[in-house]
């Protein structure tokens, strides 16, 4: 490895929500800093799709009323926060597709097709194994997740659903169309699921007069842009790292290009699934090994749709759908100043829907998600144009949208993957440990920063 041209007391890899906090703390306290980052942007999964118009996000929009760190961010570099909570309302109302079949909620309690048991026939299946995993909820606190105490409940989210009484059919139904973590309700934790659910209760319990959430009025992207813009060390753009080596005096971060970095420390905010590409020396050991070289990210593609014409006017079912098939949940987004306004569509796919998706050339993936909106609303016929198309999984800098942990996996190694390898803190969504999303990155962040400033 040819020696570091830029030296600093900090090395910082990635300039994601993760990686900026960590940089933003460290400066605060003294420290020099250096961020480099693979791509010609900073804000990693944060991306605001500008060229799609006013407000389109690829990445996380959504900042929950609690999100005390991205909120003082953004506050304190003067991004102006727009309240959603008006918008959110409509999130709730979509219809849901079967089998070729269009059934409006309200149809839904009754219908022949709904398998859940008892009074859980009113949920619809979207949002059934959240409102449960909110009702049956044994954490207390989110951060109780990877308490020893709650281990019982790293099982499959099957056979959690199995003990409420949940048959074959009703599992399936209720978790796995388009999930959020893995394939199916086999392949997922039941503890990850109450984390979440654990998080999202405190969202609301922090919620100031009713507001819900927000998102930033120019673009989420402006949070991660002005971060960076604070800093008063330098982010290195177009910087692939390709290996880390460790020696008693710190490390050396080489990039693709052959720049070098060198630090008595190093922050390295990548997906798992991205630092299993990088060398380390010396390699990982033991249980975070494993963590770095087994951690899942879900996979998750938008198919981005203009609407010619306010098509479910003439067809009388709301904008939204739910689906069974390759159109994923088709949401209808509505990013201007008037909320009730329909601005475009996203078609959201995960876990098999979004690797259907990206095993097809772009504009194949957009046909197909028209042609199975097309086949269930006639009204749709020729009202909907494909714009875009954005594929996390495929994204070689993210390999996935979020991370998500199989059965038993939390025992396993959640607690010890952060743990310090030598000079290298690490830090990302995937290692925040009472957070989730934006939050969670930036908590994972501070806690990197932390760590070096006590070391
Ligand atoms: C579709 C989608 C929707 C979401 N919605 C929400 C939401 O509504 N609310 C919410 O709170 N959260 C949401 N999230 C999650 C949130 O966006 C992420 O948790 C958060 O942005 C992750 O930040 P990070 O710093 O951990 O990782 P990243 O943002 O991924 O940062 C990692 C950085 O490392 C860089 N990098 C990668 N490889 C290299 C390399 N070899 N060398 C140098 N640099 C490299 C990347 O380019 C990137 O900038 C969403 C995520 C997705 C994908």
Same mark, same amino acid.
């Given at each position: 490895m040819p020696a570091p041209r830029h030296r600093s007391d900090v090395v910082v890899i990635g300039a994601g929500l993760s990686g900026l906090a960590a940089a933003l703390h460290l400066e605060a306290c003294g420290a020099r800093v250096q961020v480099v980052e693979a791509q010609e942007r900073v804000g990693g999964r944060v991306h605001s799709m500008r060229r799609l118009g006013h %407000? /389109?996000?690829? &990445? &996380?929009?959504?900042?929950?009323?609690?999100?005390? %760190? =991205?909120?003082?961010?953004?506050?304190? /570099?003067? =991004?102006?926060?727009?309240?959603?909570?008006? $918008?959110?309302?409509?999130?709730?109302?979509?219809?849901? =597709?079967?089998?070729?079949?269009?059934?409006? /909620?309200?149809?839904?309690?009754?219908?022949? %097709?709904?398998?859940?048991? &008892?009074?859980?026939?009113?949920?619809?299946?979207?949002?059934?194994?959240?409102?449960?995993? =909110?009702?049956?909820?044994?954490?207390?606190?989110?951060?109780?997740?990877?308490?020893p105490r709650f281990a019982a409940h790293d099982v499959p989210v099957s056979e959690w659903l199995a003990g409420l009484g949940f048959g074959e059919d009703a599992i399936h139904l209720g978790y796995d169309l388009n999930p959020s973590f893995g394939d199916d309700a086999r392949a997922a934790s039941a503890l990850l699921g109450f984390f979440r659910a654990a998080f999202s209760v405190e969202q609301r319990r922090l919620a100031p007069d009713g507001v819900l959430g927000y998102t930033a009025r120019d673009g989420v992207q402006r949070i991660p842009e002005s971060m960076a813009g604070a800093l008063r060390g330098e982010v290195h753009f177009g910087r692939a790292v390709t290996a880390i080596a460790c020696d008693r005096s710190g490390a050396e971060v080489a990039c693709a290009d052959g720049a070098v970095y060198g630090a008595p420390h190093v922050v390295c905010s990548l997906p798992f699934g991205v630092l299993r590409g990088i060398a380390v020396d010396p390699p990982f050991t033991g249980r975070q090994a494993e963590a770095v070289r087994r951690l899942e990210a879900q996979p998750v593609t938008q198919v981005y749709l203009a609407p010619r014409s306010r098509f479910w006017e003439e067809d009388g079912y709301r904008p939204s759908m739910f689906t069974d098939g390759p159109a994923g949940m088709l949401?209808?987004?509505?990013?201007?100043?008037?909320?009730?306004?329909?601005?475009?569509?996203t078609a959201w796919a995960m876990g098999r829907n979004a690797r259907r998706l990206d095993g097809l050339p772009e504009a194949e993936a957009g046909r197909l998600v028209l042609a199975a909106i097309e086949a269930v609303r006639p009204a749709a016929r020729g009202q909907l144009e494909f714009v875009d198309l954005k594929s996390w999984g495929r994204d070689p800098f993210a390999r996935g949208g979020w991370a998500?942990?199989?059965?038993?996996?939390?025992? %396993?190694?959640?607690?010890? $993957? &952060?743990?310090?390898?030598?000079?290298i803190r690490l830090c990302g969504e995937h290692l925040a440990r009472t957070a989730r999303g934006m939050e969670g990155a930036m908590e994972s962040g501070e806690r990197a920063a932390r760590d070096i400033l006590a070391a």
């Open positions: %407000r /389109q996000e690829a &990445g &996380g929009a959504y900042i929950g009323a609690g999100y005390r %760190r =991205v909120i003082a961010a953004a506050e304190r /570099q003067g =991004v102006e926060l727009a309240d959603v909570t008006a $918008m959110l309302a409509f999130f709730r109302e979509q219809e849901l =597709v079967l089998g070729g079949e269009l059934i409006r /909620q309200s149809e839904w309690p009754d219908h022949p %097709r709904n398998p859940f048991p &008892g009074e859980d026939r009113a949920l619809m299946p979207w949002t059934c194994h959240r409102v449960l995993a =909110v009702r049956e909820n044994p954490l207390a606190a989110p951060g109780d997740w990877l308490d949401a209808a987004s509505r990013n201007g100043d008037d909320p009730s306004e329909v601005t475009s569509f998500w942990f199989r059965p038993g996996e939390i025992n %396993r190694f959640a607690a010890e $993957m &952060g743990r310090p390898h030598g000079p």
